[in-house]
């Protein structure tokens, strides 16, 4: 248990579909982020939000749209995605904006049809 | 453009045996490193760190090695278990403070009987 919740586990859904995927940290850290991993690539950082304010954009297509309404919670929304954007996404958090040690969720696993 | 890497995507290893995993990095900018250990079906898991201003730090098994000469890092695991097998990442943060870290693509660190 890292401190970093994250819902669902498991998520399919069709293209003209809208969903949400949920991270909640109870570690009292400052920063939040969103990871995609996808098989054979690196992890990429997506977003970045530091004291609810979001820091980074990463070039990440307006079909995903996060959301970090207090410190605790992020929201990564999902709209009209393509079949290439199934992957592992990861929150994670930090203390600070600049990453000492990132905490992890288990990642909630997306496969778009 | 510059990025972090892995020399080998897979390493098997005989249970007590030493391991030792490599990273490439090319950003001579780069001055805190990271290893993280994901295991299957759970998020990255913080390792050990490394600042650019040290060449060895050891923790619980563990030891990260820093060469800043020809910019290589390496993960070494002692008397390997069971419970190591994982795919290991190194990650860097530049000098320039990201907001997230530049993570390699992993090794699969295997454990034969």
């Known amino acids: 248990e890292t401190g970093v919740t994250q819902t669902p586990r498991h998520l399919v859904m069709g293209m003209t579909n809208k969903k949400s995927l949920k991270c909640e940290q109870h570690?009292?850290?400052?920063?939040m982020y969103w990871y995609k991993q996808s098989a054979k690539k690196p992890l990429e950082l997506m977003f970045v939000?530091?004291?609810?304010?979001?820091?980074e954009n990463n070039s990440v297509p307006s079909r995903f749209s996060p959301e970090c309404p207090n410190s605790s919670h992020l929201f990564l929304h999902l709209h009209t995605l393509q079949p290439e954007d199934s992957a592992l996404y990861l929150c994670?958090?930090?203390?600070?904006?600049?990453?000492?040690?990132?905490?992890f969720g288990e990642g909630s696993r997306l496969t778009v049809l | 453009g510059e990025s972090v890497g892995l020399h080998l995507p897979t390493l098997s290893v005989q249970e007590g045996d030493n391991s030792i995993i490599n990273c490439a990095y090319s950003?001579?900018?780069?001055?805190?490193f990271i290893w993280y250990k994901q295991e299957s079906g759970k998020g990255p898991q913080f390792i050990i760190d490394?600042?650019?201003?040290?060449d060895k730090r050891q923790g619980q098994r563990v030891t990260v090695l820093l060469n800043k000469t020809v910019k290589h890092l390496s993960l070494q695991i002692a008397a390997t278990q069971p419970g190591d097998s994982a795919v290991y990442f190194c990650?860097?943060?530049?000098?320039?403070?990201?907001?997230?870290?530049?993570f390699g693509k992993g090794t699969h660190l295997i454990i034969q009987p």
């Open positions: 994670a958090s930090s203390q600070d904006r600049v990453p000492g040690e990132l905490f």
């Open positions: 570690l009292g850290h400052n920063a």
């Open positions: 939000y530091n004291f609810k304010e979001q820091t």
């Open positions: 950003n001579s900018a780069s001055d805190y």
């Open positions: 490394i600042r650019s201003n040290m």
């Open positions: 990650a860097e943060v530049s000098g320039g403070g990201a907001d997230g870290l530049t």
